[in-house]
């Protein structure tokens, strides 16, 4: 492929990132008691704003793959992180679906989000293929506990939510067993801590705006 198709196509994933109408190519996870529960209006806020942060995040695993994609060396890597990100495009779709039917917004800062990913993710990719896929690996484990914790936090009664996020979760950890096979390394202590510390800014910042 052309880097000048290459470059249409990140412009265009940036864009749905951003803006909205992303498509999923698998169906959006579907609980069989939907529609037939009632949230309150607390509830109906709160899982509001849990599932725009799941969209965030999922804004910022796209320019995250998108640019450590352009930079990896290996076609096999390139193949796997575009794998990955396909499957992350289904979840910020299923997610962006969600907030929609619960009355709410994207978070009015993703061009914030995706522009401040995408450098990171560039200076991943420029450290290697191995720290490149590490910080894959360790950003999915994140990934992972923070999905957890919105398990148990998320109205019991909103099982559509909870359907989504749970199948978001297996996802999440398919993809960093995946970055780990291709030889990901463990990255630093002191990197895992920054990490934690601003995807924590990141939470808190998006569960309101």
């Known amino acids: 492929m052309f880097l000048s198709d290459r470059l249409i196509i990140e412009f265009d994933t940036a864009l749905k990132s951003i ?6 190519r698998r169906s959006i996870p579907i609980n069989e008691d939907h529609g037939k529960t009632t949230l309150s209006e607390a509830e109906r806020a709160h899982a509001a704003g849990l599932m725009r942060v799941n969209h965030v995040g999922e804004v910022c695993a796209q320019a995250l793959y998108q640019s450590q994609k352009l930079l990896a060396r290996d076609p096999q890597i390139q193949e796997m ?11 910020l779709a299923w997610c962006e679906t969600r907030v929609k039917e619960l009355g709410s917004h994207t978070s009015y800062l993703n061009p914030f989000w995706y522009a ?44 559509q939510s909870r359907a989504i996020v749970k199948q978001m979760r297996l996802d999440e950890i398919e993809h960093g067993k995946d970055a780990i096979d291709a030889g990901g390394v463990v990255l630093p202590p002191v990197i895992q801590k920054l990490m934690e510390a601003s995807s924590k800014l990141m939470t808190s910042t998006a569960y309101k705006i």
């Open 81 to 91: 992180l575009n794998h990955s990100a396909q499957e992350e495009m289904d979840h």
């Open 116 to 159: 401040g990913s995408f450098a990171i993710g560039l200076l991943a990719g420029l450290a290697g293929d191995q720290w490149s896929l590490g910080f894959v690996a360790e950003t999915e484990k994140q990934v992972e506990n923070h999905l957890q914790s919105h398990l148990e936090t998320l109205p019991e009664n909103d099982q």
């Open 19 to 24: 803006s909205g109408g992303a498509h999923s």
